[in-house]
């Protein structure tokens, strides 16, 4: 059976299961790529840390050049996170003659269209199933099964930390802190969460699904966001009260102004897929205007679910499929059907609001006026006896009828002036 020489750059988590993959079951990814995929080179910075697998003499090493120089290695897996070096090296390996597979989803984010590029022009590819979603193959079937349609939507939970700590907060009242402290202590969360929990993360995976399924070239820091730091508990009791359940959700959408893009903590109805994912689990729901709506769900990271995206891509690419489907993206690239940008406060949707007020008259009133001026029709509103124990203070929670987020912003700033609204606690988008 022919060869296909391998190597593999960033030997963490994720390195190590990929090697445990090519090592331990040749015989399986042989089976699939009617070649055996043979590991020939790992690039580490310490040769002396431990992998956690073992590997063949001579493969480990810290000198990049001989993946460079070995002409047996025609892809590479490249594994190094962030910008720097990690964009340069994946530079040296393209203009190399190596096709490359990663999972670097900071780094497409920022400059995929960029290294898109160059690789076409160097006649090479480059495969990134592991960089949005884990295992789940959302790429692939965006980008081949699905590519008779039209996407019309796209709505993930892309963030395994973020939605273990939804869920536990929906689940057991827990205050955002404690819940956040459990994550960590299981390994969900990293020491210092701040790119999952203030939603980094899942909006930099939705840069990349939107440039795959619509053609669009967006700055990911340039997508509106927010984390989930902010959420209260009491908010996962309203959202139950009301049928709700509220999850951290990336959202694309096709609408007639363009295309809408948000990350940001909505209630999802109780019942629907998206509300029923649970701790760490990823999924994404898209709706293709031939087939419809479909669904995907599964472990967003890890080491092996991560490594078996990865291997998949290995095996693609030693086959030809990404060469082949590498192609869409350069359709894109020049401007065919490409997605335009909808302006910024467009997405059209109803709002969960939740003010705390003095236990005053005419303040609902106050609140109403301020919404109608501004195009907004309440649907519903829950308010509560005020709890002495807090000064009188008492929430009131509106439920909008669908309204533009510019008109909820334009109604939210009237309001703050108010003397008898203690603050505008929330708003979250409801998903529909």
Request: with cysteine; proline share 3%.
């Amino acid at each position: 059976m022919e060869k296909t020489g391998v190597a593999i750059v960033g030997m963490g988590t994720v390195g190590a299961g990929v090697a445990r993959l090519l090592l331990e079951h040749g015989d399986r990814t042989a089976r699939h790529a009617g070649r055996t995929l043979w590991l020939n080179h790992a690039v580490v910075r310490d040769l002396k840390k431990p992998r956690g697998v073992e590997l063949p003499e001579g493969v480990l090493t810290d000198d990049l050049q001989r993946v460079i120089d070995d002409e047996s290695v025609s892809v590479v897996v490249q594994l190094i996170g962030g910008i720097e070096p990690a964009k340069s090296i994946m530079l040296r390996l393209l203009e190399s003659g190596k096709d490359v597979v990663t999972a670097n989803k900071a780094l497409l984010a920022q400059h995929g269209p960029e290294l898109f590029d160059r690789a076409r022009e160097l006649g090479r590819s480059i495969a990134f199933e592991a960089s949005v979603a884990g295992g789940i193959p959302i790429v692939a079937n965006i980008s081949q099964c699905l590519s008779a349609n039209q996407i019309q939507s796209l709505r993930g939970i892309l963030n395994g930390t973020c939605n273990f700590i939804v869920s536990k907060m929906d689940a057991e009242g827990a205050s955002y802190k404690a819940t956040l402290g459990e994550a960590q202590k299981l390994g969900y969360a990293e020491a210092d969460p701040g790119m999952d929990v203030d939603g980094t993360d899942a909006t930099q995976k939705l840069a990349i699904l939107s440039h795959l399924a619509f053609g669009a070239r967006v700055d990911w820091s340039e997508i509106p966001r927010r984390g989930i730091g902010r959420l209260k508990s009491v908010d996962f009791r309203y959202a139950t009260h009301l049928g709700y359940r509220i999850k951290l959700i990336a959202l694309a959408k096709l609408t007639d102004e363009g295309l809408v893009l948000d990350v940001s903590p909505m209630l999802v109805k109780v019942g629907k897929p998206l509300a029923e994912v649970r701790d760490n689990y990823n999924a994404v729901s898209v709706v293709g205007d031939a087939v419809g709506p479909v669904f995907f769900q599964g472990q967003g990271a890890g080491q092996m679910p991560t490594a078996s995206a990865v291997v998949a891509d290995l095996i693609d690419t030693a086959v030809g499929r990404t060469a082949i489907t590498f192609r869409t993206l350069e359709l894109w690239s020049e401007g065919r059907d490409r997605a335009g940008m909808a302006p910024r406060g467009s997405l059209v949707s109803r709002y969960y609001l939740r003010f705390d007020v003095q236990d005053v008259p005419k303040v609902l009133s106050q609140i109403a006026g301020a919404l109608g001026k501004n195009g907004i029709s309440i649907g519903s509103v829950y308010q509560h006896d005020a709890d002495l124990s807090d000064e009188g203070i008492v929430p009131v929670v509106i439920v909008t009828k669908e309204t533009t987020q510019a008109s909820v912003g334009a109604a939210l700033a009237e309001l703050a002036s108010v003397e008898a609204i203690d603050s505008v606690a929330e708003q979250l988008k409801i998903l529909d």
